[in-house]
């Protein structure tokens, strides 16, 4: 059981490889629980007789359904397209889960013209990006669907993709 960790680091290290019944399985159990208080720190890390494994708060969270996941899109459009329309278009997607969508125009208010293309943005919890794509490929009616593009940031992820409609 890990019962105080408050004012240290930002994980724990604990060495069992001497305790009686500290097998892997009671080692992630008691993560579990640790992380489940809401407790501060971001991983474990126990060495017992014949496991070394880190546990990570954010795995954990993941595992459990607690953490939000967030992906951060940008649309670029071409200049050929009417921009009202596509975006009237984009902004009729509908969630899986009924949650509303709406991306924004980034040459709009305050910044009007900044970017040589069309560019709608947004933020999205629990985002089905497959879901999206599909519905970009098969629901927007592209004048030039050959220059859209779509750039995506998972906050679960560190890479950064590239999608071409």
């Given at each position: 059981?890990?019962t105080?960790?408050?004012?240290?680091?930002?994980?724990?290290?604990?060495?069992?490889?001497?305790?009686?019944?500290?097998?892997?399985?009671?080692?992630?159990?008691?993560?579990?629980?640790?992380?489940?208080?809401?407790?501060?720190?971001?991983?474990?890390?126990?060495?017992?007789?014949?496991?070394?494994?880190?546990?990570?708060?954010?795995?954990?969270?993941?595992?459990?359904?607690?953490?939000?996941?967030?992906?951060?899109?940008?649309?670029?459009?071409s200049?050929?397209?009417?921009?009202?329309?596509?975006?009237?278009?984009?902004?009729?997607?509908?969630?899986?889960?009924?949650?509303?969508?709406?991306?924004?125009?980034?040459?709009?208010?305050?910044?009007?013209?900044?970017?040589?293309?069309?560019?709608?943005?947004?933020?999205?919890?629990?985002?089905?990006?497959?879901?999206?794509?599909?519905?970009?490929?098969?629901?927007?009616?592209?004048e030039?669907?050959?220059?859209?593009?779509?750039?995506?940031?998972?906050?679960?992820?560190?890479?950064?993709?590239?999608?071409?409609?």
């Open positions: 059981m890990i105080n960790s408050t004012n240290q680091g930002t994980g724990i290290i604990l060495g069992v490889t001497k305790q009686a019944g500290a097998t892997q399985e009671v080692a992630k159990r008691a993560a579990s629980r640790y992380f489940g208080q809401g407790t501060s720190k971001d991983l474990i890390h126990v060495v017992g007789e014949g496991f070394d494994e880190t546990f990570t708060r954010g795995e954990w969270l993941k595992k459990n359904n607690k953490m939000s996941s967030y992906t951060s899109i940008i649309l670029f459009i200049p050929g397209e009417n921009l009202s329309k596509r975006m009237q278009e984009v902004n009729d997607y509908k969630m899986e889960d009924g949650r509303a969508f709406s991306m924004i125009d980034l040459n709009g208010k305050p910044y009007p013209d900044v970017f040589p293309r069309f560019m709608l943005c947004g933020a999205y919890n629990n985002f089905n990006l497959e879901h999206f794509l599909m519905y970009l490929r098969s629901d927007v009616f592209w030039e669907p050959q220059n859209v593009r779509l750039i995506v940031q998972d906050d679960l992820s560190e890479n950064v993709d590239y999608y071409s409609l």
